[in-house]
């Protein structure tokens, strides 16, 4: 049975939505109908939409995989310093992104140490597909980890403690019993990383630059459509607010109302 909503809670839950809603609205409201079917289709929308699609899904992918051990490693570590560590990993959170991507380019930049080490392999990063990547899983990846560890806090460690008193080894414990549990906050996690991915613009266009086939993902071709085509930069604008809206819808009814 649905619970009532006190009545108090109505006018400032209208206001936030209407927050949200109403630019949404005046994008539509300034776009040009006739020519959006033209400029959302046009070969350099196309290529920045797949570049921001297949950068998005690997930083993605990249956030699972390193973000999900570390957020187990925050919840159920006994490291000391272990609030600060949580601090640090957290910090992409509330640093202007600009500031993410300057502490990357500095890192892994020619003159940074880890550039120097990657330059004896004749590896180099910044400017590249790779560099767009890295600075979309630094900003996408603490929306992971504090989805994943709050939901480690708080799904109970019984279930886990059964299995090991049974016979279960750790890794065991850890693949068949705390994945399944963790499987809806590691759905809402994933749509998340992957939204905040699609959106990322600070650390990319400071850490990969912003060249049209390699770096130019959609928020930087809104950001250079901005000063030229005002129409364009707007087209694109609303092709990025509906893909990341598909996104949302296709993974709420599970992840997001936590059904899996």
Known sequence: MRRSVPVLLWAPAAIALALVVLPVIGLVARSDLGRLPQLVTSPTAL????????????????????????????????????????????LPLVLPPVVGGLALLYL???????????????????????????????VAMPFLVIGLEGALRTAGERYEAVAATLGAAPWTV??????PLLLPALGSSLVLAF??????????????GNLEGT???????????????????????????????????VARP???????
Request: glycine letters at 10%.
């Open 174 to 179: 850890f693949r068949r019993v705390t994945v």
């Open 108 to 138: 892994l930049g020619r003159n940074g140490f880890g550039g120097q080490v990657l330059a004896v392999f004749g590896l180099r990063l910044p400017f590249t597909t790779a560099a767009v990547i890295i600075a979309q899983t630094f």
């Open 215 to 249: 770096t130019q993902t959609l928020p930087l071709l809104v950001y250079v459509q901005s000063e030229s085509d005002v129409d364009a930069a707007v087209a694109v604008s609303l092709l990025l607010v509906v893909l990341a809206i598909v996104v949302i819808a």
């Open 254 to 260: 599970r992840s997001i109302e936590g059904r899996l």
């Open 195 to 208: 939204a905040r991915s699609l959106g990322e613009f600070g650390a990319t266009i400071t850490f990969a």
């Open 47 to 90: 290529e920045a939409l797949w570049l921001s699609v297949r950068t998005g899904a690997t930083a993605t992918v990249l956030s699972v995989l390193l973000g999900g051990p570390l957020a187990v490693v925050l919840a159920r570590g006994r490291l000391p310093g272990l609030r600060v560590l949580r601090a640090v990993v957290l």
